[in-house]
């Protein structure tokens, strides 16, 4: 998280900033006095799959007082892991973040592209958006936006670069 917030300054101001926290690690004083303190349209909170949660009303009330700061929460890398339908009903987030097991290869797959259409309805339904991890074909990209999903993340995207090397504008478009 340090090391996160650390680079948000690197960043141009219209990028934003995911940073992914267990549970566990977001309940913490310092987790809430750091987040606190950034801006809040500049970050998004991503709750991470590899820890189940034990109890939910603990994460659901600072899930709550981020949300009353301006923060944005995700659920990262849903389809794996600890990030189930039943992790989404809890927390509402306001981003779904698809796995890449979910998007890879989903041009040629009908059931991954039903369960993406799916979720993209569900999410639009909620007021959430859905971020496509693991975007690394163009006829993925295109299969995604075909179905709903416009946000996306991945080597056909673009590759990782330090903060002061990011692109400036749109990397791709399926226009």
Known sequence: MRRA?????????????????????????????????????????????????????????????????????????????????????????????????????IAGDAVRRTLAAALARFAGEIGARVVAEGVETEEDARGLVELGVTLGQGWFLGRPVLPQDLPTGPLWSAR
Not at 17 to 41: I, Q, W
């Open 5 to 105: 917030l650390e680079v948000l300054d690197l960043l141009p101001p219209d990028i934003s900033l995911g940073v992914n926290f267990g549970p566990s690690a977001l309940l913490t004083a310092e987790a809430l006095a750091r987040l606190s303190a950034v801006p809040a349209d500049r970050l998004v909170v991503e709750l991470t799959e590899h820890v189940a949660v034990p109890e939910y009303q603990p994460l659901l009330e600072r899930v709550a007082e981020l949300r009353r700061i301006g923060l944005r929460v995700a659920v990262d890398d849903t389809g794996t892991g600890y990030s189930s339908l039943a992790h989404i009903l809890e927390v509402q987030p306001d981003i779904i973040k698809l796995d890449r097991d979910l998007t890879r290869g």
